[in-house]
């Protein structure tokens, strides 16, 4: 998508349209689009499918990019978060389609809870009995993708701040994230020389009462999300996940929607 916002025309897009779309030098590129998407949906379920779902049906559909914030690929520990939401509290979401397996989801699952207090995995109906198995006596929900393409919580998160791990906070947060937050809690950054200034800064943040810096961490990666809202309103379902995290401009929305409408 950035190749065709950046040059107009791309290579793999034109070869997957002639793959799985009959006739398309009659419909325009939104058309193309939205009828390979039906085919993921119907035939092949994958990661992308299932984080745009849950985008469309959360962010957008219980809540609003104006109050709550997503992120994606977010690392924590030696995991990366697939999907968080975050409002009032943070919500971890981990993928497992109906191609994966359940290998590493034991240690992905505790590195998350060093970070956040809610995991829900998100999985297909085939996993369900598994999932249960697994889960059963954890806090960990679960949430089932349906064929249909709806979701459906089948035991919901229950907090959990037992294993909470302020390295391991101060590690996701960026420079200025964490300068912020001791700039507003102490009031002073630490005076110490560059090579020892992360270290002073870490140290710092750790001086604080757990749940005061997970409260101080979730608020500082909930302004992470940056996008044009009143543009994204019109950006069709098929791309909303894809677009909410591309950090489009103003001009490059027209673009856009130049390309969907040949």
Known sequence: MKQIIDDGECQTYNAAIRRYVEDYSDRTNGECISEIYQY????????????????????LGVHSPKTTTALTEVPVGNSKADFILINGKAVVYEIKTALDNFERLD???????????????????????EAQKRLDDTPVGIC???SRGTLSMRKEPVEYTGELD???????LRKEEYEHIL?????????????????ACKAKFESIQVD?????????????SKIEIEFYKHVPYELKFLIYFSELKKRDYTKLYNFLNA
Do not use: C, H
């Open 107 to 129: 240690g992905q699952l505790s590195d998350y809870y060093k970070a956040f207090s809610r995991v829900v995995l998100v999985t297909s109906e085939n996993n369900l009995e």
């Open 144 to 146: 089932i993708l349906t």
């Open 183 to 199: 700039q507003d809690y102490f009031g002073e950054l630490p005076q110490v020389s560059q090579f020892e200034y992360f270290r």
């Open 212 to 224: 005061e810096a997970y409260t101080l961490f979730i608020k500082e990666i909930k302004k992470r």
């Open 40 to 59: 993921l949906k119907r035939n092949y379920q994958n990661e992308y499918y299932y984080k745009n779902t849950l985008l469309n049906k959360l962010l």
């Open 166 to 172: 302020k390295s391991i906070m101060f590690k996701i």
